[in-house]
């Protein structure tokens, strides 16, 4: 049985909202060894004010989990999270992307911090083959012209993907899961990653490294932007990119949306530079600039590419098993900082 240190009583886990695709079954076996709860809030604002209450009113929290659809409760800052200090071990996240979470913070505070392993990985794989065929077979343009009435008429022949190369920047869980998808569609694929996986991960995947990120641009019919954001990785993508990447070229992001500078993606559009781009993900998220929403170059979708029913349950699986693992080895499965 999971219990704390003294023995004195179980370990409180509070989740942030329902978790409506983990089973009642696996709820009622958790809480065998946990005593759980939600913190019931719509918000961000709301969570700042009923957080505090819950503490005080039942006692201090564990664990905390932050389901997936977290949007209207970021940012989740040292002013959202302060409450559970000193007494919380862990927050786990049911999401892969962590941007908005202070995890230097956390880890000050001695927290475990764990996001998703491959809860999205597959959904966010899928939705990155499906806007890379769009952006190729120039699928915004002719729905467009169906929807309007005119028919083809403004419809010019599109590309295969047969034969092109696609490169992959972040070579990941979702990196890996897009790889297999875009070998049956007959492309080659190149990636550029923060390190070369192994011969044999590259054979499993027929992916070629490249040793630098220029090096992907100028080999690359389409760029998938597939990394994490982090300080290296904002605007990692900006004019000087745009320019070495092959006239007429494709790009497609469903990571986050800063990794591109929209600006210079826009001008690399205008220009021709850029074919098409395929977007799931934009800088100042809900808003979507206007060019983006009425461009026929532009296929968008409003950040849902890891929204799927398995995903989610997968999502809320891996949190609750990360809880599980700390208080019964003294070590999360996924944590993305290390506490002494």
Excluded at 38 to 58: F, G
Excluded at 260 to 284: C, Y
Excluded at 313 to 332: D, Y
Aim: glycine fraction near 6%.
């Amino acid at each position: 049985m999971s219990r704390l240190g003294d023995g004195s009583r179980k370990p409180r886990v509070v989740v942030l909202g329902t978790p409506k695709f983990i089973g009642e079954e696996y709820l009622e076996d958790f809480k065998k060894d946990f005593d759980y709860a939600v913190l019931d809030v719509q918000n961000h604002r709301e969570a700042l004010a009923q957080l505090p209450v819950m503490i005080s009113d039942h006692g201090p929290i564990d664990a905390f989990i932050v389901r997936m659809g977290r949007g209207p409760y970021h940012p989740f800052n040292e002013e959202l999270l302060k409450p559970l200090t000193p007494h919380c071990r862990i927050i786990a996240s049911a999401a892969a992307g962590y941007d908005d979470f202070d995890v230097d913070w956390l880890t000050q505070q001695g927290i475990w911090f764990c996001n998703s392993l491959d809860a999205v990985a597959e959904a966010t794989a899928d939705m990155a083959m499906f806007l890379t065929l769009a952006v190729i077979r120039d699928t915004t343009r002719a729905e467009r012209c169906a929807r309007s009435g005119a028919w083809k008429d403004p419809v010019v022949p599109s590309k295969d993907p047969s034969g092109m190369t696609l490169g992959i920047v972040g070579m990941g869980a979702i990196g890996k899961h897009l790889a297999k998808r875009a070998v049956a569609f007959n492309m080659r694929i190149v990636y550029y990653n923060r390190r070369q996986l192994s011969a044999d991960e590259e054979a499993k995947y027929a992916a070629t490294y490249c040793s630098s990120l220029h090096d992907l641009l100028r080999r690359s019919d389409v760029v998938s932007i597939n990394c994490p954001l982090t300080k290296e990785t904002t605007n990692l993508i900006s004019a000087k990119e745009f320019a070495v990447m092959k006239d007429g070229s494709f790009i497609v992001n469903t990571a986050r949306g800063a990794v591109i500078e929209e600006t210079a993606l826009i001008d690399a559009l205008e220009s021709g530079k850029i074919a098409r781009a395929g977007l799931d993900v934009f800088w100042d998220e809900p808003a979507i600039s206007d060019y983006f929403k009425t461009s026929d170059k532009v296929t968008i979708q409003p950040h849902v590419g890891g929204l799927t029913d398995l995903a989610f349950h997968k999502g809320e699986r891996e949190c609750f098993e990360n809880i599980k693992a700390l208080f019964r080895t003294g070590r999360p499965v996924a944590p993305v900082n290390e506490i002494q």
